[in-house]
């Protein structure tokens, strides 16, 4: 008998919590965003590719020279090798061999920074996104906002605020 009123007991409690689980589910306010999505469409993102590509400009266009002047080269090589003496064959390929030296020591570091700027600035528009999702869903009292990329399965399409997001952060300068 003692053993049936543990039960019974345990019983009521686990299926109080249940219910009482089932009724804040349903009192929860979730929204779903696209992060990826909005960061590709704001007006930022382009702004900041052409901000790097201006930075960079002088250094692109100097690894663009030195990769049309191996491209000369070689094809001046393979076009006159059999015309040219021993001296001149030395010559054009020790000339290649300071080109491809040459970009190589300028076409790495490029990369590095690039990718490094790039980085940065791709953080400070995700800071912004971030900011706007928090903003909006404290505004409109969301319990809880997820990434797409996160639900399986949402019921409701009306869930999604990536649009709602967008327009804030392009708003921002």
Known sequence: MKLLSKSLAVAAVMGSSFLSSA???????????NVQAIFQSLPQTQAVEG????EFKDDLQEVARLEKDIKYYLEKQQRDEATMSEKEKKDLQDKLLSLRDEYTAKAKPLQENIQRRQGEERN????????SIDTYAAKQNFDLVLNVNAVAYAKDQNIDISSKISEQVSKIK
Not at 23 to 33: E, F, L, R
């Open 51 to 54: 901000t790097i590509r201006e």
């Open 124 to 131: 400070k528009i995700l800071g912004l996104i971030k900011q």
């Open 23 to 33: 009724a804040y589910a349903a009192d929860t306010k979730i929204g779903v965003v």
